[in-house]
Structure formats: structure tokens, C-alpha cells
């Protein structure tokens, strides 16, 4: 607590604010003024090209879903960006950072902000797949800003791992449409796809990545990790970035997921499998960020579980539920943020009655918090209102599912603002600064405006459906004083979540159980032993990797190996071999390439170095020899050449060693004598198949050479082969030389003991 | 004809192969040696047409392809240059540690292993 009071006084002191985070709250409000007039206008496309041989563009539009997104995006940025201006120097300060930290901070917040935007209004998939990565690899340097605390990065770092890998899934799925439809342009594969295999599993793909994206059972354990992070970068987390992209991408490709019943099952039931863990764990947590994240999870099922019904009225809901939720949740993570200042205390069981010290914070956070539990005159009772209106089109099952989940919504929530607003004070809080309340305040009265005024909200919500729909959609939330199902789903949903409200024990207790066995069965632990598992693995081939130059070659070579084995057994051999025509000197070059092969076999197996390197200058010879047969002198000459200076650098470098090799080649253990050779010939008789089966080739292909052969005269030359390497190939050329000349620096500078001169 | 290069150009890469595993860095140096000689052959090797030699083409007959002899000078040529570098630096080795056996350069590394040998032999050559 005392760290609160002096961290409360050192920046209200400070003359430097922070101009940073201001500059990206005034840059964010006026994205959201530009976001405003172009969904009034009526948005508009754009579309560039970017890599056309691929089929990728750089296309975007801003219709009804982007509207909704970006002005999310920008909207609850603005706000958010005005309370991190403040909170974040109280944050640096409590933590004795340096001011310049805020560096680390800001431009990724701002990027954070950049990426929803654009992934609001990209329609390639390739495109949407670029930004989804951007907003992981932003929310990574964000969620790890703490960088000093190890918790912050393993948070980070799960993050990051757990929405990228699955995100890979979302290009598989965009190359596997791309491959079938030959688009990767969502509006135009909208026209084409026809429901079948490659719709269902490319589907599947993508709302893998989504899923995990939006913190959906069972990938949701990184989301509660990462409550790690300051929470400016919570609230925006999880409100109007990062776990809104995941939602945001299934609304974008709806209308390819609904060709597929499959894929509407697997949504329908992970979004009700994630509403109904995240709540029963959010009824247990004792953390308040914790309750927050996991309340996340289950809000973010009702959207996922709506998407998986088919019809105007679930996508529209969708849509609407999107806009109130962030709201609501971004309103209560700034609330959950000030408490944690003032009083320095962030868990539930330390706090309390802090509704007579704090009455603006506990009203505002009390309107957030009614609108997460549906209550009239707050935007959530609409949101409720449509779910159950779509939910009642589904059949029985799903109306009871509906009212469970709300009921569980309002009794973990009631749970959260009682427990931290009523009864005694356990913690006295500490004044508080305007700038952490106003920004709650703010998104409290706007959850109040949509709760009185819908319509602007529903005509959002109604565009934005109807890109999930791929056609009109069309709204009426309003209220209505009769029995209608809605208002008694809405009842039966209020009355159990009281009861659940009151029968503490067992609710704890519930909550408690599914905790535990999350903890010892949970993807959170199979996340942890796989990312061991990995490192151990790696760590294992590193070292044997490393161990001598023998491995390292073989970690090369072998896999290489592979690839040619690989492309062998993809390719059809027969009739792929001929012997060839021997003919006129032919007779002559086959007793040199013998010798050749003599040669070789001697210089593997003499012990004297000299022999060594007369053997390897007798094959050099022998080969020059068969060029000048081949009627290739200009090669044979530069052999011969090169095989003389060759020979006389082996000598002289010989002259430094000492002449015999010793003898102990086989190493320590006897057994292995036979390990050269065999990999020897193993490599051998592989180079034998490849080069033989390229040689034999036909030879009747139109060649490059028939064209330098006739221009040979035009470049004043008769040699065909000079002129190539002079003149045809004359960049080659002078690289060449340069590789030559660095060699010589080099030699030079070896032999000269480090120095050059 | 093709069967007796692939022949000879397998000959020379599998036992350049060989000569790479050996403890001898000497040996490794000519195991590469052999290896480029066997990208050479298999380049020669692979003209698409035969002839006289690709001089003075106006003169009129086959010609034999003149684009892989071009390459094979390139290889040549740079396959020089690097058995040198190859050369010089266990030329290196050998001054700076007295020997040119991987076993015992394994040791080199590693301070806190005990050197029995090579502490005279290095005296005054160290830049490192």
C-alpha cells in the first residue's frame, strides 16, 4: 500500500507526461473519427497488387464487419491509451524502470492497434494471415513486458507459441482453397466454394487458428497466463485485439465455414465447451485479473457458439455481442487496474467494501459488470437478448445451453463485484488518480447509451452480419414488457445465476474440481511436456550434432541423402539408364579413366603423405588427359595448370608436416573399423544412380549452346568457350575472380600468421 | 561411354567421401579434392552434343557443347582456390597446434583439459 501512495506522487509531480501515450490515444481517437465517417459513407475497397504471379493481393475492404472491428480497434484504443498514459508511469515507477522504458512500449501498442486495423479490413487470406501474426508478435513484446519478471516471459513466450503455430493451420487452409479455387481473395472463393472435402477441411484450418486465437477450450491456457501483462495491455488484449482477431477472422470467413456442417459442429461445440469452463473456473479464481481472463474465454464461446448456428439473426448477435463485450471487459480491466493501484492488492480474498471509499469506480464498474450479466438498460441485455432469440431457433437443447451460460455469466461476475465492492474493508485504498477512473467511466456510460439507445450498435451489428452471412441481416433488439421466450430466458437465467450467487460452497467447490483436474490432465500440461520434450530433443541432436566433424558433416550430408533417396522413389527408372555408344577415342579415354579410378583408390588407401599427393595429381593428369580426348582443350589446358600448382602447394604445405599418417585410423573401438568404408561405398554407389541416371539423359534438348555457338563470330571470337567465360559470362566471371582474389587474401594471411602485411 | 564417366565420377565421390571421415585433416583436404574432380567429370560429362572442339565455329561440323566446358573451367578454377584455403589453414593448424588429427584439436578448445604436448611447440605462435 505504501508503494501505491509514493508511486501515486512521484508522476502526479512530474512535469514530463507521457507524450507518447497520449500521441497514440489522440492518433487512435482520430482513426476512430476517419473509421466513423467511412462506415457512415458507406466504406469503399482497395486492391493492389502484390506478388500477382501468386495470386496474392494487397486487397482490402471496409465493409459492415471491418467498420465494426476498426472502430473497436481505434474506439476502445483511444480510451485504453488514455489510462496507459497514466498507468504506465505509475507502473515504470513501482517497478524502479527508467522512464525510457515507455519506448518498449508504445510504438507496439500503436502497431497493436495497426494490425487490428488492417486485419479488420483485409479480405486476401494471405493478407489476414500477415496481420494475425503481426497482432501475436505485438501482443508477445507486450505481454513480456515485464521482461525482468521470468513469469512474464514464459507468459510471453506461450502467447506467442500457442496462437502462431495454430495460425500456420490458417494458411494451410488459405493455400488448400487457393490450390481447389484459385483465389485467396475471401470474397471472390464466398462466389465459388462449393461444400465438399477441401471446404470442410480448409475450414477446419482456419478456425483452428481462429480458435486459439480467440482463447477457446481447449487452447485457452494462455490467456490466463497472460494476465502477466500491465493491464492497459490486458484490457486492449482482451477487448479489441488479439482475442477479438480470432472472432473477427471466423465472422470474415463464415460464409465459407457454413458450406461445411462439420465445421459448424466442431464451432458449436467448442464455443459451449469454452463458455462453460472459462465460467465455472471464473466463478472459483481468487486473482481478479484471472477472473476477468477466464470470463473472457467464456464470452468469447457465446461468440464462437453463435457463429456456429447458421442464420441472419445468429451472425447479426454475433456481431452485436463483439461490440458490448468489449466494452464491458475493457471497461472492467481498467477498473481491475485502478483497484490494484490504489490499494496494491490483487486478489479477491484481500479486498473489499471498497464501494464507500471508491463510489465512481464501483458505479461504473457495477454498469460493466450488469452488462456482462445481461441486466436491463445495459448494452448486454440486447447481446443476451439476440443470443437467446438465436439460440431459440436452434431447438430446445441449445435454449437450455443458453440460459445455463447466462446464468453462470451472472453469477461469476455478481461473484466478482460483490466480493470486491461490498461488505467490510480489508484493504483501505489509497486516492486515486482522475485519469484511471474517467477512462472506466467513459466505457461504463457507453455500455449505459447502448443499453437505452441500440439503434446505432444494431446497424453496426446488422453490416458486420451481413458479411458473416453473406446476406442482409436484420435486427430488432428493444424492450418488451410481456412473456415472450427471450424475457423468460432472461428471467430463468437471472433467478439460477442467484441461486448459483448464493450456494457458495458448492459453487467453490466446483469450481475448485475442474480446476484441479484441469491442472493434472489439462492442455496446459500437455502444452508444457511437449515444449520440454522438444527441447530435450533438440538439445540431443545439437550434441551429437556438435560432437566432432565427423557428425557435422554427417548432419549435412545424410539429410541431403535423404532428399535425393526421396526424389529417386518419386521418380519412374525404367529405361532412365543407358550404357552409351563407345566410338573412336572413346578407346582411349576408358584406359585413362581407369587409371583415374586407380588412383583414386590408392590415395584413399596410402599411409604416405607424398603418396597421397601424387596420387590425387595422377588422377588430376589422367583427367586432364580425358578432356583433351573429349575435345575440351581449353579445360584440359587449365587442368593441367591447376593440377601443377596444385601438386606444388600440396608439396609445400607437406614440407611443414610430418610425412607419415598415422597408422591408428580406426579410432578407439575395433568394431567400427569397417564404419568408413561402408559409408564410403554407401555414398558412392548413391552418386553412381544419380549421375548415371542424369547422364543418360536424352541429349536431344534444344540447348543455350546452339545460340552462343552462332554468335561466337559477332563477339570477335573462335573460341566458343572463351568467349563464354569472357564475354557471354563475363559478371560470372569477374565474381570468379573475386572469389579468387579473397582465397588469395586468405592464404596469405594464414601463412603469414594472422597478418596480411 | 556414359556408364564408364558415372562409373569413374562414383569412384571419385565415394571415395572423397571416405577421405572426409578420416581423423587426418590432410586426408580431408584430399577427400574434398577428389569430390570437386567428381563435379568436374560429371559436368564434362554431361554435353549434350560431340564433336571437334567448339573452336572456330564457321568452319561448319558438330561441335562438341561448349556451355559445360565453360562451367567446368569455373569449378575449376575456384575448386583451386579453395583446396589452397584448405591448404593454408591446416597449414595453420598444424604451426599454431602441432598437429593435424581432429582427436587431439578436440582438446584444443577446452582450456581446463590438461595438455600434455604442443605447449613448447606453440611457444611464440600464438596470435590468438
Same mark, same amino acid.
Given at each position: 500500500?505504501?508503494?501505491?501512495?509514493?508511486?501515486?506522487?512521484?508522476?502526479?509531480?512530474?512535469?514530463?507526461?507521457?507524450?507518447?501515450?497520449?500521441?497514440?490515444?489522440?492518433?487512435?481517437?482520430?482513426?476512430?473519427?476517419?473509421?466513423?465517417? #467511412?462506415?457512415?459513407?458507406?466504406?469503399?475497397?482497395?486492391?493492389?497488387?502484390?506478388?500477382?504471379?501468386?495470386?496474392?493481393?494487397?486487397?482490402?475492404?471496409?465493409?459492415?464487419?471491418?467498420?465494426?472491428?476498426?472502430?473497436?480497434?481505434?474506439?476502445?484504443?483511444?480510451?485504453?491509451? #488514455?489510462? #496507459?498514459?497514466?498507468?504506465?508511469?505509475?507502473?515504470?515507477?513501482?517497478?524502479?524502470?527508467?522512464?525510457?522504458? %515507455?519506448?518498449?512500449?508504445?510504438?507496439?501498442?500503436?502497431?497493436?492497434?495497426?494490425?487490428?486495423?488492417?486485419?479488420?479490413?483485409?479480405?486476401?487470406?494471405?493478407?489476414?494471415?500477415?496481420?494475425?501474426?503481426?497482432?501475436? =508478435?505485438?501482443?508477445?513484446?507486450?505481454?513480456?513486458?515485464?521482461?525482468?519478471?521470468?513469469?512474464?516471459?514464459?507468459?510471453?513466450?506461450?502467447?506467442?507459441?500457442?496462437?502462431?503455430?495454430?495460425?500456420?493451420?490458417?494458411?494451410?487452409?488459405?493455400?488448400?482453397?487457393?490450390?481447389?479455387?484459385?483465389?485467396?481473395?475471401?470474397?471472390?472463393?464466398?462466389?465459388?466454394?462449393?461444400?465438399?472435402?477441401?471446404?470442410?477441411?480448409?475450414?477446419?484450418?482456419?478456425?483452428?487458428?481462429?480458435?486459439?486465437?480467440?482463447?477457446?477450450?481447449?487452447?485457452?491456457?494462455?490467456?490466463? %497466463?497472460?494476465?502477466?501483462?500491465?493491464?492497459?495491455?490486458?484490457?486492449?488484449?482482451?477487448?479489441?485485439?488479439? =482475442?477479438?482477431?480470432?472472432?473477427?477472422?471466423?465472422?470474415?470467413?463464415?460464409?465459407?465455414?457454413?458450406?461445411?456442417?462439420?465445421?459448424?459442429?466442431?464451432?458449436?461445440?467448442?464455443?459451449?465447451?469454452?463458455?462453460?469452463?472459462?465460467?465455472?473456473?471464473?466463478?472459483?479464481?481468487?486473482?481478479?485479473?484471472?477472473?476477468?481472463?477466464?470470463?473472457?474465454?467464456?464470452?468469447?464461446?457465446?461468440?464462437?457458439?453463435?457463429? #456456429?448456428?447458421?442464420?441472419?439473426?445468429?451472425?447479426?448477435?454475433?456481431?452485436?455481442? =463483439?461490440?458490448?463485450?468489449?466494452?464491458?471487459?475493457?471497461?472492467?480491466?481498467?477498473?481491475?487496474?485502478?483497484?490494484?493501484?490504489?490499494?496494491?492488492?490483487? %486478489?479477491?480474498?484481500?479486498?473489499?467494501?471498497?464501494?464507500?471509499?471508491?463510489?465512481?469506480?464501483?458505479?461504473?464498474?457495477?454498469?460493466?459488470?450488469?452488462?456482462?450479466?445481461?441486466?436491463?438498460?445495459?448494452?448486454?441485455?440486447?447481446?443476451?437478448?439476440?443470443?437467446?432469440?438465436?439460440?431459440?431457433?436452434?431447438?430446445?437443447?441449445?435454449?437450455?445451453?443458453?440460459?445455463?451460460?447466462a446464468a453462470l455469466t451472472f453469477a461469476y461476475i455478481g461473484r466478482y463485484w460483490m466480493r470486491l465492492f461490498l461488505g467490510p474493508i480489508t484493504t483501505a485504498p489509497a486516492a486515486l488518480s482522475r485519469a484511471l477512473v474517467v477512462p472506466v467511466v467513459l466505457l461504463a456510460l457507453v455500455a449505459l447509451a447502448v443499453g437505452v439507445l441500440p439503434a446505432p450498435i444494431t446497424q453496426l451489428a446488422e453490416d458486420a452480419g451481413a458479411v458473416s452471412h453473406a446476406a442482409p441481416v436484420a435486427m430488432s433488439p428493444a424492450y418488451h414488457l410481456d412473456l415472450r421466450a427471450t424475457n423468460v430466458m432472461a428471467l430463468a437465467a437471472w433467478i439460477l445465476g442467484a441461486l448459483l450467487l448464493a450456494a457458495t460452497g458448492l459453487r467453490d467447490r466446483v469450481s475448485r474440481a475442474l480446476a484441479a483436474a484441469g491442472d493434472r490432465v489439462g492442455p496446459r500440461r500437455a502444452y508444457t511436456a511437449s515444449l520440454l520434450g522438444l527441447r530435450r530433443w533438440s538439445g540431443r541432436v545439437h550434441d551429437w550434432e556438435t560432437r566432432d566433424l565427423r557428425s557435422s558433416i554427417a548432419a549435412v550430408l545424410v539429410p541431403a541423402g535423404g532428399l535425393a533417396a526421396a526424389a529417386f522413389a518419386a521418380t519412374p527408372i525404367a529405361q532412365a539408364y543407358s550404357v552409351g555408344p563407345i566410338s573412336g577415342t572413346d578407346w582411349l579415354v576408358l584406359p585413362l579413366l581407369a587409371l583415374t579410378g586407380v588412383a583414386t583408390v590408392v590415395a584413399a588407401r596410402t599411409r604416405e603423405r607424398l603418396s597421397i599427393v601424387l596420387a590425387l595429381s595422377a588422377v588430376g593428369f589422367a583427367l586432364a588427359a580425358v578432356y583433351a580426348l573429349r575435345a575440351a582443350p581449353d579445360v584440359a589446358l587449365v587442368a593441367v595448370l591447376v593440377e601443377t600448382m596444385l601438386t606444388l602447394v600440396f608439396l609445400a604445405a607437406l614440407a611443414r608436416l610430418p610425412g607419415t599418417e598415422p597408422r591408428r585410423e580406426t579410432g578407439p573401438r575395433p568394431g567400427r573399423r569397417w564404419r568408413d568404408p561402408v559409408i564410403g561405398a554407401i555414398a558412392g554407389l548413391g552418386a553412381f544412380a544419380v549421375i548415371w541416371g542424369y547422364l543418360s539423359e536424352p541429349r536431344e534438348a534444344p540447348s543455350v549452346s546452339a545460340d552462343q555457338i552462332r554468335l561466337t563470330p559477332a563477339a570477335h571470337g573462335q573460341d566458343v568457350v572463351t568467349v563464354i567465360v569472357a564475354d557471354f559470362r563475363g559478371l560470372d566471371t569477374l565474381g570468379e575472380i573475386t572469389v579468387l582474389l579473397i582465397a588469395a587474401v586468405g592464404v596469405a594471411t594464414l601463412l603469414r600468421r594472422g597478418r596480411l602485411w | 561411354m556414359t556408364l564408364a564417366i558415372a562409373a569413374v565420377a562414383a569412384v571419385l565421390f565415394g571415395t572423397g567421401s571416405y577421405l572426409l571421415l578420416q581423423r587426418s585433416l590432410v586426408r580431408v583436404v584430399a577427400g574434398i579434392a577428389l569430390i570437386s574432380q567428381c563435379a568436374i567429370v560429371t559436368i564434362i560429362g554431361s554435353s549434350l552434343s560431340e564433336g571437334r572442339a567448339a573452336i572456330d565455329p564457321e568452319q561448319g561440323g558438330p561441335l562438341s557443347d561448349p556451355l559445360p566446358q565453360a562451367l567446368a573451367l569455373t569449378a575449376l578454377v575456384i575448386g583451386m582456390g579453395t583446396l589452397a584455403l584448405l591448404l593454408a589453414l591446416v597449414h595453420r593448424v598444424v604451426v599454431a597446434h602441432g598437429t593435424a588429427e581432429r582427436d587431439e584439436l578436440r582438446d584444443v578448445d577446452r582450456p581446463a583439459v590438461s595438455e600434455p604436448e604442443g605447449a613448447g611447440r606453440r611457444a611464440g605462435d600464438e596470435t590468438e
Open positions: 500500500m505504501s508503494d501505491a501512495t509514493t508511486g501515486e506522487a512521484d508522476p502526479s509531480t512530474d512535469t514530463q507526461r507521457d507524450w507518447q501515450g497520449w500521441s497514440c490515444s489522440a492518433a487512435a481517437a482520430a482513426g476512430f473519427l476517419v473509421c466513423l465517417v #467511412g462506415w457512415l459513407r458507406g466504406g469503399g475497397t482497395l486492391s493492389l497488387p502484390w506478388a500477382p504471379k501468386l495470386g496474392v493481393r494487397l486487397e482490402f475492404a471496409f465493409d459492415g464487419l471491418a467498420a465494426l472491428y476498426a472502430l473497436l480497434a481505434t474506439g476502445v484504443g483511444a480510451v485504453v491509451f #488514455g489510462y #496507459g498514459a497514466r498507468y504506465l508511469s505509475q507502473h515504470l515507477a513501482d517497478h524502479r524502470r527508467p522512464r525510457s522504458e %515507455r519506448r518498449r512500449f508504445w510504438p507496439w501498442m500503436a502497431l497493436f492497434a495497426v494490425a487490428m486495423v488492417g486485419l479488420a479490413t483485409a479480405t486476401d487470406l494471405v493478407l489476414v494471415f500477415v496481420f494475425f501474426d503481426l497482432t501475436a =508478435v505485438c501482443s508477445y513484446f507486450l505481454i513480456g513486458f515485464d521482461r525482468e519478471r521470468r513469469e512474464a516471459r514464459t507468459a510471453a513466450l506461450t502467447a506467442l507459441l500457442v496462437t502462431i503455430v495454430p495460425a500456420v493451420a490458417l494458411l494451410a487452409g488459405a493455400v488448400l482453397l487457393y490450390a481447389t479455387y484459385g483465389t485467396f481473395s475471401v470474397p471472390e472463393l464466398v462466389e465459388r466454394v462449393e461444400p465438399g472435402t477441401t471446404t470442410t477441411v480448409a475450414g477446419l484450418l482456419i478456425a483452428v487458428a481462429a480458435l486459439a486465437k480467440s482463447a477457446q477450450v481447449p487452447l485457452h491456457f494462455w490467456l490466463p %497466463r497472460a494476465m502477466e501483462a500491465p493491464t492497459p495491455v490486458s484490457a486492449y488484449l482482451h477487448s479489441a485485439a488479439m =482475442v477479438a482477431a480470432g472472432v473477427l477472422v471466423l465472422g470474415r470467413v463464415h460464409p465459407l465455414l457454413a458450406r461445411s456442417e462439420v465445421v459448424l459442429t466442431v464451432l458449436l461445440i467448442v464455443g459451449l465447451a469454452s463458455i462453460a469452463v472459462g465460467g465455472v473456473l471464473a466463478l472459483g479464481r481468487d486473482e481478479l485479473k484471472q477472473v476477468l481472463a477466464y470470463s473472457t474465454i467464456s464470452q468469447y464461446g457465446y461468440v464462437v457458439t453463435l457463429y #456456429g448456428m447458421v442464420g441472419a439473426s445468429a451472425s447479426g448477435a454475433a456481431a452485436f455481442y =463483439v461490440v458490448v463485450h468489449a466494452v464491458a471487459k475493457s471497461a472492467l480491466f481498467l477498473s481491475a487496474g485502478a483497484v490494484t493501484t490504489a490499494t496494491g492488492e490483487d %486478489r479477491l480474498s484481500h479486498l473489499g467494501g471498497l464501494g464507500r471509499r471508491l463510489p465512481l469506480l464501483a458505479g461504473a464498474t457495477g454498469v460493466a459488470a450488469a452488462t456482462l450479466a445481461a441486466l436491463p438498460l445495459t448494452g448486454g441485455f440486447f447481446s443476451d437478448e439476440l443470443f437467446f432469440g438465436a439460440a431459440k431457433e436452434q431447438g430446445p437443447v441449445l435454449v437450455v445451453a443458453a440460459v445455463l451460460a | -
